[in-house]
């Protein structure tokens, strides 16, 4: 593959890092997430209170957790992939498969998601929805996490076609 131009290479490097940094600031979302789902069946039981509230905002969490958890799968080749077989391809093929299916795939994929969710989610932000069934803030929140993931699969689709496997950190 030939060198990166100069004139977008730093700027993709820059994308790159920066995915590395939102990815591992994500999965700090783990924790609070883990928390709350825990919480509540004590405050069910032992309250019976707010267990409802700590569902929604574990909700919330999860919906940005995943966003950025399908990037962070997609970067350290942790999703659905037949590894058996291609384990054993030349790195050069793998890459061009990845490419591929980047072209394929994902940046088509991403682009439909963005067009068929669009009005949806705009229209939930200008209302400031809530949940259906407590009536808590912040459903809409949830619908943004949907437009997160598809400009997030896009970033990393640019990183996956554009940057050579030399321009990235380890």
């Not at 072209?103 to 682009?111: F, M, R």
Request: hydrophobic fraction near 55%; proline fraction near 8%.
């Amino acid at each position: 593959m030939p060198p990166t131009p100069a004139w977008y290479a730093r700027p993709l490097q820059q994308l790159n890092r920066s995915l590395v940094r939102l990815t591992a600031a994500a999965s700090l979302l783990v924790i609070p997430l883990t928390l709350l789902l825990c919480a509540q069946w004590p405050l069910r039981d032992l309250l019976h209170a707010y267990s409802r509230e700590a569902n929604d905002l574990a909700q919330l969490l999860f919906g940005g957790y995943v966003s950025v958890a399908m990037v962070y799968a997609t970067r350290s080749q942790a999703h659905l992939t037949p590894d058996v077989l291609a384990r054993r391809y030349p790195a050069r093929l793998r890459r061009r498969l990845l490419q591929c299916a980047t072209l394929g795939i994902v940046l088509p994929w991403a682009g439909f998601i963005l067009y068929a969710a669009a009005p949806m989610v705009w229209q939930s932000v200008l209302q400031l929805e809530r949940f259906p069934d407590t009536f808590t803030p912040g459903y809409f929140i949830l619908k943004i996490a949907v437009m997160l993931l598809a400009w997030l699969a896009i970033l990393q689709a640019l990183v996956d076609l554009l940057l050579p496997v030399a321009d990235l950190p380890a």
